[in-house]
């Protein structure tokens, strides 16, 4: 995470989103709070997460011209709908390695595998390809 820090000057959570961190997150991070009623209405009705959907309605309120990390693929097409800027966590390890952050978007793909995190084959096809 201290590599964000060096790709974005600012990053907003929501305390949705921040109440999934096991970690102190880092000084470029600014949380917000979301008003609970909209982020429950929202989430219950479009089915997806908390934190999901707490980043759609900051995004979709909010004056300034944000980008929504989003890996859910539900939660993404609904926020593409809504025309928002979206990335996900392969787009953020692929600027990271573009910008020699770190090494490989590849191999943090790969142990970010071993620990559960979601990916499909094809995605991780297609960053070994790109290497």
């Given at each position: 995470?201290?590599?964000?820090?060096?790709?974005?000057?600012?990053?907003?959570?929501?305390?949705?989103?921040?109440?999934?961190?096991?970690?102190?997150?880092p000084d470029c991070f600014e949380i917000t709070?979301?008003?609970?009623?909209?982020?429950?209405?929202?989430?219950?009705?479009?089915?997806?997460?908390?934190?999901?959907?707490?980043?759609?309605?900051?995004?979709?309120?909010?004056?300034?011209?944000?980008?929504?990390?989003?890996?859910?693929?539900?939660?993404?097409?609904?926020?593409?709908?809504?025309?928002?800027?979206?990335?996900?966590?392969?787009?953020?390890?692929?600027?990271?390695?573009?910008?020699?952050?770190?090494?490989?978007?590849?191999?943090?793909?790969?142990?970010?595998?071993?620990?559960?995190?979601?990916?499909?084959?094809?995605?991780?096809?297609?960053?070994?390809?790109?290497?």
């Amino acid at each position: 995470m201290p590599h964000l820090c060096q790709l974005y000057e600012r990053i907003l959570i929501t305390e949705a989103v921040q109440s999934e961190f096991d970690e102190e997150l880092p000084d470029c991070f600014e949380i917000t709070a979301v008003k609970h009623e909209l982020v429950e209405s929202f989430r219950k009705r479009m089915n997806i997460g908390g934190g999901e959907a707490s980043v759609i309605i900051y995004s979709l309120k909010s004056k300034e011209n944000t980008r929504c990390f989003i890996d859910e693929q539900r939660a993404r097409k609904i926020a593409k709908k809504h025309r928002l800027k979206v990335s996900g966590t392969i787009g953020i390890l692929m600027k990271m390695e573009e910008k020699g952050l770190i090494l490989s978007a590849y191999e943090e793909v790969l142990r970010l595998k071993e620990k559960g995190f979601y990916v499909s084959d094809k995605i991780i096809e297609n960053l070994k390809k790109t290497r």
